[in-house]
């Protein structure tokens, strides 16, 4: 049945940006079966169900082209621990390990990520993992658009960010090609094409020529998208340049790797030259601003853009707040330009829903137009710190919250509605996630005291 929200303003992210007043937007069958002004809209569309937008803004959901999902297990302690800027680097991206969750654990991690991206009106995320095929059941059922990119790498007994000796393996090259192809078999094209697989080879610093070329078979084989870790940290462009020479972005370009369509996350702890390559590319580069924030780094997103990249943005670890995300964007790039005025709101929202849709493979979502994949999101408009709605789409960018995301639509489904998640139990997951999570901390802190780093730790519940 076809459903209309009527009354109410709509911000589009179109190629003007247009925002309508008074307008309404009809969806039937996953797609966008007509925009435009109320009056015009309505009486085409006497049967379908009728949504009143009053008090309400309609806008394209936000793309997560960059996360991982169990990582909320590390919300509250990763945050403070990032890797040094200068020698000696530790590998990883923190000095200690996550604490070991059972699969079920994990899956309830996993899912409580998911909630928080549906409460901040995700409808497309990217998780990048390991393993992926033992949470990816419980992450289909959340209803979010999927792109699920099963990691590769063939570097054994290291990390991230680590400018030791690099030990190949090829029992891990191996185990790497085989699970991404397994994924693919299992989930690629599930549900009406909601979920798809990719690949995503770890970081420039895990992974040889060799594997490379393998992945580049691989993914011409398969045809599947393919992202990647790249100038995550100080430690990792150490580390390229003891085993390689050169600066991440160069290794991959000398061998081959980088082509349109790779996303690769962070792109910061860059020089000029491997902003070019990223370009001259067609790479399109996660903007992960509020971890980039946390960790005192920043991308050149200006520089990145003019030379041809395409920006979109992720949450990388310990969060999925995309409206958090997408503010902490536009600010770090205010700040580092030293200009008030430049990215404008028009542009931050772009990055966040248009621009990572197409990232994704999906260039029909992420804004709204006639014929456009229904994912969508409704937010509240009749809170103090929103109006006056004078400029909707500029006071969403500045001063919008999570909270404020009421509904939330993907392929024409609601996976949330009037402030409710539909799609899991949300208060058993946060019950379950905490105690799993306290518990697991607790037990790594008194098994392994040297790795007690932060005080504030609550015992287990
Ligand atoms: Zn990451």
Request: negative net charge; proline residues 7%.
């Amino acid at each position: 049945m076809a459903q209309v929200i009527h009354g109410t303003t709509i911000i589009t992210a179109d190629d003007e940006s247009r925002v309508l007043f008074d307008a309404a937007i009809a969806i039937d069958g996953g797609r966008i079966a007509a925009i435009g002004p109320d009056a015009e809209i309505l009486p085409r569309f006497p049967q379908a169900e009728r949504i009143d937008g009053r008090w309400r803004a309609v806008m394209p959901g936000f793309a997560n082209t960059h996360t991982h999902l169990s990582l909320t297990i590390a919300r509250g302690i990763f945050e403070d621990l990032s890797p040094p800027h200068r020698p000696p680097f530790c590998a990883g991206i923190s000095p200690i390990p996550t604490p070991e969750l059972s699969r079920e654990e994990m899956a309830v991690m996993v899912q409580l990520g998911a909630l928080e991206a549906i409460r901040s009106g995700t409808t497309a995320l990217l998780e990048d993992g390991k393993d992926i095929a033992d949470y990816a059941p419980w992450l289909a059922a959340t209803g979010i658009r999927l792109l699920l990119a099963e990691r590769a790498w063939d570097r054994a007994d290291s990390n991230v960010g680590d400018p030791g000796p690099f030990r190949p393996s090829e029992a891990i090259a191996e185990d790497s090609l085989e699970r991404i192809e397994r994924l693919h078999t299992a989930w690629n094209g599930q549900h009406d094409g909601r979920i798809r697989t990719g690949m995503a080879p770890w970081a420039p610093d895990m992974c040889t020529p060799g594997l490379l070329h393998r992945l580049q078979d691989q993914r011409q084989r398969l045809s599947i998208p393919c992202t990647i870790h790249l100038n995550q940290v100080w430690g990792e462009i150490a580390a390229v340049q003891a085993h390689r020479g050169m600066r991440p972005t160069e290794y991959l370009a000398a061998e081959g790797f980088l082509h349109p369509g790779m996303i690769a996350a962070h792109c910061r702890c860059m020089v000029h030259e491997e902003e070019r390559l990223l370009g001259r590319a067609r790479v399109n580069v996660a903007f992960n601003a509020a971890i980039a924030a946390r960790r005192g780094l920043s991308p050149r997103i200006s520089v990145l853009e003019a030379e041809g990249c395409n920006i979109a943005m992720g949450t990388d670890n310990m969060a999925e707040d995309m409206v958090e995300v997408m503010r902490t964007g536009l600010f770090m790039e205010r700040i580092r330009r030293e200009d008030g005025r430049t990215p404008m709101p028009e542009e931050a929202l772009r990055w966040a829903t248009r621009n990572g849709y197409a990232a994704m493979g999906v260039p029909d979502g992420g804004w709204l137009a006639l014929g456009n994949r229904a994912d969508l999101v409704l937010i509240r408009t009749d809170r103090a710190h929103l109006v006056p709605m004078t400029r909707p789409l500029s006071s969403f960018v500045h001063q919008g919250q999570a909270s404020d995301v009421d509904s939330v639509m993907v392929d024409g489904h609601w996976i949330m509605r009037d402030g409710v998640v539909r799609t899991m139990d949300e208060p058993t997951i946060i019950r379950e996630a905490d105690r799993i999570a306290r518990r697991a901390w607790n037990r790594l802190f008194t098994e392994r005291p040297e790795t007690r780093l932060l005080g504030g730790v609550a015992p287990p519940a």
